[in-house]
């Protein structure tokens, strides 16, 4: 895998929801800095001047009705109108972000994708993303990968969020704010890049031991690009021919492997674990903990729990040196 | 009378000053000669008299304090005598000599030398001389035997021991010749089975603290072979097989077989022991 | 080269050198260029290498003291060489081992041994 240069955290994307947030937050941040430092003086200059009676009430109303009032008003209007600015950006009504806001049920609320918007459900685990593509081009297959999220540039893709076991919350700083994965409950964001490039996301909801070690990759990239891309990750897998990676394949069977993870066109079929069929190709391994390359995922293999300890894969304690050798060369094969 | 109270604790201050001062120039003469380097390690350097008697009769109190509960049983069974001799031309002539027989060369140049045992035999009652053979002596090269021989057998070379002092040259030739068949036999089980003490005497017994770093195991920084500190948490042995007991026991009974080329050599290791070791390093967590 | 043929060199080189303590790690690599490599290519997550943060993996041995160790994989000597060769490609040397070839240039490999080397 080619070097990942990543735009650092801080970095909203320009015309993303995050680069209004991001907005927002300066203004919210100078203005209370200011404010602060008015208070401050007129404190001191409480404290250090002659003590005199004229204007007193003046500055008691002014100060401390009339002010707070205009200025929480202003903000108010101001967050309202940049919520609606970025609830319009993703979802296209202000409405459905003031539904949100009380919990209104969410599931039934969804409307069916508008033509020309992609659907992906991103399914928070402990501590790994699900991402299933819903739709190639009116096939109805799916594409099922992990911790790894792409985009055609420009094009708003809308994602469903929810969770099979505790609460996590689907962020990637850069691009959006953050979206809670709620069990029972699917929420929406719709995720827009206007730039190609590589974004890093994080689950920002703690949600056990692992919760630090839970990120993601985004990757925004022009339309017919990630088309290829989404129809090489629809593929299934077959058999390989070669006599190493064979012995890979061989192993992935003898182990409990197939038990926890799917790997399409093979007869792994376990839910509980990471869609395997192509891991080769994917930026990370273990939600962002570690690259990918054939010594990472040997490692993995091998010492899943020393490296992220508590997580659902166990360490393998059946491989012989050669096997796990082959083993992380055949899943490092499939791209 | 205050003089009279007085002059006593002078007296008793000037000798404690006095044995404070011995002591502190002891210490001192001692650091000097170990930091100078001046103490001769060399074999060819002997030690004064007075060290060697000191040393020689320390010998004999430790084993005859330590030998009060050993009881030997009859030496004068039928077959024993045989087995004796069968042991001791496997394992002390080399270097103890027999009658009209010397030690090899190397053992020649040994210090101390390895004891004449026709004479210790005849000064050491059967029960020290057991209790040498079984345990060995620290910082000589009396190696212990209770890991290579096995306890009928021990007792079957004290046996013979006891006579030694009374062969001839011919009688001992005709001995060691009839015995050339027998083979002295190996212990198979282990005393103090499971004991973490017991595990680390064992590392010691095959030498494979010149080798590898183990926990509890004092020994050189060796950097020969991979430390085997927190060796339950590694995942494989050899970088070949899964890191468990069996395939630990394997490996350390046939290196060669499980890793072709391994520099690790096979030491000749009982089933009973490997086993000990394995538990010993699997069983770190357990500490 | 065969490896044979690398052995018998460097042993050559290191008994015509009159083996101060130093001459069989002796290696032009860029000792913390190798740092940064072992960090991205993340060697930590099997082995425990003392000033790589979070190096403590236990799939493989740990190479604190690498300096000091005598044999490479229980086998070869450890000599530069060899170590350059290992460190790109453990199973043209040790058949069996679970330690895959990792893609790096020879260079990488070279700044890769210095750093072990380093480790006292």
Not at chain 1, 313 to 324: A, H, K, N, Q, V
Not at chain 2, 226 to 250: Q, T, Y
Not at chain 3, 72 to 101: K, Q
Request: with cysteine.
């Amino acid at each position: 895998m080619s070097e990942m240069r990543l735009p650092s955290a801080l970095h909203a994307a320009p015309g993303s929801g995050a680069e209004l947030l991001s907005e927002l937050g300066l203004v919210l941040y100078c203005g209370a800095g200011i404010i602060f430092i008015v208070v401050v003086a007129l404190a001191l200059h409480a404290t250090f001047a002659k003590p005199s009676p004229a204007g007193t009430r003046a500055w008691i109303v002014g100060g401390g009705i009339v002010f707070p009032l205009l200025t929480l008003f202003l903000l108010l209007n101001y967050t309202l109108a940049v919520g609606s600015a970025v609830a319009a950006l993703e979802s296209g009504t202000a409405l459905q972000l003031l539904l949100d806001c009380f919990g209104i049920d969410a599931q039934k609320r969804i409307p069916p994708p508008s033509p020309g918007t992609m659907r992906v459900h991103v399914i928070g685990k402990q501590w790994w993303w699900e991402v299933r593509y819903e739709i190639v081009r009116g096939d109805t297959s799916t594409a099922v990968l992990a911790n790894e999220l792409h985009l055609p540039v420009g094009e708003p893709v809308e994602l469903l969020l929810t969770t099979t076991d505790v609460i996590h919350s689907f962020w990637v700083p850069s691009l959006a704010g953050k979206v809670d994965m709620i069990p029972g409950r699917t929420n929406r964001l719709i995720l827009r890049a206007n730039t190609p490039g590589l974004y890093r996301g994080q689950c920002a909801e703690y949600c056990g031991g692992q919760h630090a070690l839970m990120a993601l990759y985004v990757k925004s990239q022009p339309r017919r690009e990630f088309e290829t891309w989404l129809q090489r990750q629809a593929r299934s897998v077959t058999r390989p021919d070669d006599a190493f990676l064979l012995a890979g394949y061989e192993a992935f069977f003898k182990g409990t492997c197939p038990d926890c993870h799917t790997v399409r066109g093979t007869p792994a079929t376990g839910k509980s674990g990471p869609d395997l069929t192509h891991v080769g190709s994917r930026y990370s391994l273990a939600a962002g903990t570690l690259r990918n390359h054939v010594g990472t995922m040997a490692g993995w293999i091998a010492g899943a729990q020393d490296i992220k300890p508590g997580n659902a894969m166990p360490d393998s304690e059946i491989y012989t040196g050669r096997e796990l050798r082959a083993l992380a060369a055949w899943l490092g094969s499939l791209e | 009378m205050p003089q009279l109270v007085h002059k006593p604790k002078r007296k008793a201050l000037l000798i404690a000053a006095g044995a404070l001062g011995l002591v502190a120039f002891g210490a001192l003469s001692g650091a000097i000669i170990l930091l100078s380097g001046a103490y001769s390690t060399a074999a060819t350097t002997q030690h004064f008299k007075v060290t060697h008697q000191v040393l020689d009769a320390g010998l004999r109190l430790s084993v005859r304090a330590s030998a009060r509960h050993v009881r030997a049983p009859d030496l004068d069974r039928p077959g024993m005598l045989a087995r004796g001799v069968a042991c001791f031309r496997t394992h002390c002539v080399q270097c103890h000599g027999a009658p009209g027989v010397a030690p090899i060369p190397a053992a020649r140049g040994m210090l101390p030398i390895a004891s004449n045992l026709t004479q210790t035999a005849r000064e050491w009652p059967p029960e020290w001389l057991y209790y040498v053979t079984r345990k060995g002596v620290r910082m000589t090269g009396m190696p212990a035997w209770e890991m290579r021989i096995d306890e009928d057998d021990l007792w079957a070379t004290v046996s013979f021991l006891t006579r030694l002092p009374v062969l001839t040259r011919e009688q001992y030739r005709r001995l060691a010749t009839r015995a050339e068949d027998l083979t002295c036999r190996t212990p198979t089980g282990v005393p103090f089975e499971g004991s973490r003490e017991y595990a680390k005497v064992i590392f010691r017994q095959y030498a494979c603290h010149s080798c590898h770093r183990i926990e509890g195991v004092v020994g050189p920084r060796a950097h020969i072979g991979p430390s085997l500190l927190e060796w339950s948490r590694r995942k494989f042995v050899a970088g070949v097989l899964p890191n468990d007991e069996r395939n630990l026991i394997r490996f350390i009974r046939d290196p060669e077989r499980v890793k072709p080329g391994s520099l690790m050599p096979r030491l000749e290791v009982t089933e009973a022991h490997a086993r000990e070791m394995a538990r010993y390093l699997l069983d770190e967590g357990a500490r | 080269m065969s490896l044979r043929a690398l052995i018998a060199a460097a042993t050559l080189v290191l008994t015509a050198r009159q083996s101060s303590s130093d001459v069989p790690h002796r290696i032009t690599g860029d000792v913390q260029r190798g740092q940064q490599t072992i960090v991205r290519l993340e060697c930590g997550v099997c082995h425990v290498i003392p000033g790589i943060p979070g190096a403590r993996g236990r799939v493989g041995p740990s190479l604190a003291a690498y300096r000091r160790n005598v044999y490479i994989a229980g086998r070869y000597p450890n000599l530069p060489e060899v170590l350059v060769r290992f460190v790109r490609d453990a199973p043209s040397l040790a058949p069996d081992t679970a330690m895959p070839s990792i893609a790096m240039s020879e260079r990488e490999a070279r700044d890769i041994a210095a750093y072990l080397y380093s480790l006292e």
